[in-house]
């Protein structure tokens, strides 16, 4: 797969495995995502690139970093999932640096839409489905997070469907590493 960027390092590859696939299992399991593998994996990945890359590689973390807290922690602001998942992502985005993040990002969002379209229509909620983003559609654009209009709308109550997040993250890393 030829796209212009670097391919990741093999040591890169094992350790987002070592994270995101126990994180991913955790959260399927128990709907956690356990901090002593998020917080010691950011650490570990700007360990890591500083080593294979110096300067260049501390950089390159920091952005990856920075990226998926931009991104995810937004998402956390609105409810829309857990700190957990901010962190996981954040550990990724160390690991991986930006551009490679970005990959992983789409993939696991592309199972997460999968997932979650089969889970709707498993359940018969396609119709209640719609109207949930259509409620947090208007939400947004009156400039409100969608979870004070609906308690389904926040990742923190138990009232709307869920899906857990981390083991979305786990398939499109995993996905990520074996297209490559």
Known sequence: ??????????????????????????????????????LPGIFLGIGLNVFQAGTTGLWTSLQGLGLALAIYGSLCLLRALGAGDVKLMAAIGAVAGPAHWLRIFLLTALCGGIVAVVLIVMRGRFRHTLANAGAALASLSRGQPPYRSSSELDVRTTAGLRLPHAAMIACGTVLYIASR
């Open 1 to 38: 797969m030829t796209t212009g960027v670097p391919p990741l390092p093999i040591a890169s590859q094992i350790l987002l495995c070592l994270i995101a696939i126990p994180c991913g299992i955790f959260d399927y399991r128990s709907r956690r995502v356990p901090n002593w593998l998020t």
